[in-house]
């Protein structure tokens, strides 16, 4: 089945450093939603976005939805010894209003 | 509001033996969707049910797998003669509708020995 192309496929960051993530699709899409899953956890809801071009932000977390709908970015400013984990990307087809797609995850480690 | 609860969290079964995995909505949410994960990898999409509904079973197994969500009582997603292909994490998550969000429970790991 398809897969949004998740990258990078992993990050080693200092603390305090910015992070950027981005998922690609060659399907246009109307929601991108941005998960982070802990060890042993299922996944959390970080930033749902619903619209072209919109922005969104949760605290440190910011999030946008691109223009051509075939693409989104997670950034994470300054982060913290507790953003390590997995973020996902997960998207809804434009023919679909229920079935989630999801990129393979970016796994975030922060180095001491 | 407890949120979605998934039991058991974590099954070991031999091969051949059956696997059942239980899940149970957060209260006043009638979607459940199930979703497969392999380690080092994103979630796929097996089943999407409403209550005494398959809703769409595209992503799931033809023969082995079935899941139901009766009128009462969790959902159930059933495996039989369990391979050890099947091993992976399996987590159910819930919606009040099809469009809304989809909230996650802690997920059920299964071993097959």
């Known amino acids: 089945g398809q897969q949004l192309n998740q990258s990078p496929q992993s990050m080693f960051i200092q603390e305090g450093e910015d992070v950027s993530m981005n998922c690609t699709s060659s399907?246009?899409?109307?929601?991108w939603l941005w998960y982070k899953q802990d060890p042993g956890e299922g996944p959390v809801l970080l930033i749902a976005l619903y619209k072209a071009g919109e922005l969104t932000s949760n605290g440190r977390l910011t999030a946008q939805f691109g223009i051509t709908r075939k693409d989104s970015f997670l950034n994470i400013s300054a982060s913290i010894p507790s953003d390590v984990g997995i973020y996902f990307c997960a998207g809804r087809r434009t023919d679909s209003n229920y079935q989630l797609i999801w990129g393979a995850g970016t796994k975030l480690i922060i180095k001491p | 509001n407890a949120g979605v609860m998934q039991n058991p969290r974590h099954l070991v079964r031999r091969r051949g033996q059956e696997a059942r995995l239980r899940c149970s909505p957060m209260?006043?949410?009638?979607?459940v969707y199930w979703y497969r994960q392999l380690p080092e990898e994103g979630l796929k999409f097996m089943v999407y049910l409403q209550k005494e509904n398959i809703i769409d079973e595209s992503g799931m197994p033809k023969e082995r797998f079935s899941a139901e969500f009766p009128k009462e009582g969790p959902s159930i997603l059933r495996i039989q003669q369990v391979v050890r292909g099947d091993s992976a994490a399996y987590f159910c998550a819930s919606s009040p509708s099809g469009a809304d969000t989809q909230y996650f429970g802690p997920g059920t790991r299964l071993t097959v020995l």
């Open positions: 209260k006043g949410h009638s979607h």
């Open positions: 399907s246009i899409f109307n929601t």
